[in-house]
């Protein structure tokens, strides 16, 4: 995520700017910067994130916080 934040905050894709970049908001950032994907895509990726974002062949979810105790 970097300055602004985690890419992916797995089981909150309201809290995610990933998904906020791909819903194209208006005051954020947008992705991909050639046009909106289709709005399958998008729920696609959004339910992914809601999921926790586990990826493929991974057992967990995605740790929003490396290196911290939970």
Known sequence: GG???PAIVPGDP???LLIEAIRYAPEGY???P???LPD???AT???WVRQGAV???TPESVD???GTIN
């Open 3 to 5: 300055g602004t934040g």
């Open 64 to 66: 929003p916080h490396p």
């Open 45 to 47: 990726l959004t339910e």
């Open 34 to 36: 050639t046009g909106k």
């Open 55 to 57: 990826w493929p062949g």
């Open 14 to 16: 309201d809290q995610s």
């Open 30 to 32: 947008q992705m991909p």
């Open 40 to 42: 399958e895509a998008i």
